[in-house]
């Protein structure tokens, strides 16, 4: 190497050790076909003290070379670092044919998501993660390129962004992949799985989530199926492509006894509390640059259980359009017509009701959503039957809030 080629704290600490001389030697540029190995037998080692990646940790590596059986010749290559171990074996013909094997592999998540987010994604820096990752596997060598599977795990692993208050604990990842590095093409040797134990944010928890898919070369997730578990109801997710690169989401979903309880936290100004469950279907959309989107879908209460809710205060929504008392006279009788009136008992409870102060038992509730606009232009409307927990005079209370307007605004009102 030229006299300052390599700045001094980046030049790798390389020990030799060599048996055996070379057959030959080639200095003209070459075809990758016209590549032969010269029977070199020995060991090379070194150290890697300043990788590409900033921050990464110092590498150890060796690669060791011995004669086989008619002229094939046997490869071993291991390296090791702070949060990495890897070991590879090879047996090749002169020229570099033969079989590969990845026989040994563990990286710890943690170490090299720090040290690879910020290279890969702006939006991973902050992120923590714990857990092992393995990759294991072998094929073929065809004149120096390699064919054939490897399979990934993570076992008990977690993530975590304690900024944005979010956690996901007992992830398992799993996945089998085929590759041919000659023609650059792979794809998913079979369905790849991935479940989390616990998901635990700010406003929700949920658990037991679980998806299939299989990945192609283009970064395209084809989902077979999945579920979560959450507000004591389960969620499945229809088939479905999912780009993974950009990332972005189209799905259908099926809801089956969600509580009630934790979709309040989505509407916290206009429902203090409720209690039940929900069932029916909807379509959700997700990118970076949209944010959350609603598709057409109808949710409505089960009949399973009692179903109840609690407005949040809002004086005068239900008894603005009262009159305080009856009266049997006209104004003009003035204060004997008011001594000769009867209040009305309805005004007092509706004010409960409005307040917050009294609980509606839901007799009925259908939620339509229609982005696109229904026959009367609404993008999403809630029809309530209920009446009062308090045995009164009012028997019935029905109403209806009719949206206009991107749905997507809403949310994101309800959700900061």
């Given at each position: 190497a030229t006299p300052g080629a390599f700045p001094s704290q980046g030049m790798p600490k390389i020990s030799l050790r060599l048996v055996g001389a070379f057959a030959g030697c080639c200095c003209a540029s070459v075809k990758a076909a016209e590549v032969r190995l010269p029977p070199l037998s020995g060991e090379v080692s070194?150290?890697?003290?300043?990788?590409?990646?900033?921050?990464?940790?110092?590498?150890?590596?060796?690669?060791?070379?011995?004669?086989?059986?008619?002229?094939?010749?046997?490869?071993?290559?291991?390296?090791?670092?702070?949060?990495?171990?890897w070991r590879a074996t090879a047996q090749v013909d002169a020229g570099v044919n033969g079989t590969w094997r990845l026989e040994e592999s563990e990286v710890e998540i943690g170490t090299w998501l720090a040290v690879l987010a910020p290279q890969l994604a702006p939006s991973l820096v902050g992120l923590a993660a714990e857990g092992k990752l393995t990759v294991t596997g072998g094929g073929d060598l065809r004149e120096g390129q390699p064919v054939g599977k490897v399979r990934i795990e993570w076992k008990d692993g977690a993530l975590s962004d304690a900024a944005q208050g979010w956690r996901l604990d007992g992830i398992m990842l799993t996945g089998e992949f085929s590759f041919d590095a000659a023609s650059g093409h792979w794809a998913s040797a079979g369905p790849s799985e991935l479940s989390v134990r616990t998901i635990t944010t700010s406003s929700f928890g949920a658990r037991n989530f679980s998806v299939s898919a299989t990945l192609d070369d283009?970064?395209?997730?084809?989902?077979?199926?999945?579920?979560?578990?959450?507000?004591?109801?389960?969620?499945?997710?229809?088939?479905?492509?999912?780009?993974l690169s950009p990332f972005s989401v189209d799905a259908k979903l099926k809801i089956k006894r969600v509580g009630l309880q934790d979709l309040v936290a989505l509407v916290p100004a206009g429902l203090k509390g409720a209690h039940g469950r929900i069932n029916g279907e909807v379509r959700l959309m997700w990118s970076a640059a949209e944010g959350i989107q609603f598709g057409q879908?109808?949710?409505?209460?089960?009949?399973?259980?009692?179903?109840?809710?609690?407005?949040?205060?809002?004086?005068?929504?239900?008894?603005?359009?009262?009159?305080?008392?009856?009266g049997f006279l006209p104004e003009s009788a003035g204060r004997v017509g008011r001594w000769l009136s009867i209040p009305n008992p309805a005004v007092e409870e509706l004010r409960g009701i409005e307040l917050g102060q009294t609980d509606l038992v839901v007799q009925a509730l259908k939620v339509r959503i229609t982005p696109d606009g229904d026959e009367r232009g609404r993008t999403a409307s809630v029809?309530?039957?209920?009446?009062?927990?308090?045995?009164?005079?009012?028997?019935?209370?029905?109403?209806?809030?009719?949206?206009?307007?991107?749905?997507?605004?809403?949310?994101?009102?309800?959700?900061?």
């Open positions: 070194g150290v890697l003290t300043r990788f590409m990646l900033p921050g990464a940790p110092e590498l150890r590596w060796r690669i060791e070379a011995k004669p086989a059986a008619d002229g094939w010749r046997d490869y071993t290559l291991t390296t090791d670092s702070i949060g990495s171990r283009k970064l395209v997730a084809t989902v077979t199926g999945g579920r979560i578990e959450i507000a004591g109801g389960e969620v499945t997710l229809e088939p479905g492509l999912v780009p879908g109808e949710l409505a209460v089960g009949n399973d259980e009692p179903v109840t809710m609690t407005l949040a205060p809002a004086p005068g929504l239900l008894s603005q359009s009262l009159p305080e008392r009856f029809a309530v039957t209920a009446r009062s927990s308090q045995k009164g005079s009012v028997d019935e209370i029905s109403f209806e809030v009719n949206l206009s307007g991107p749905l997507s605004a809403l949310l994101k009102i309800g959700m900061n």
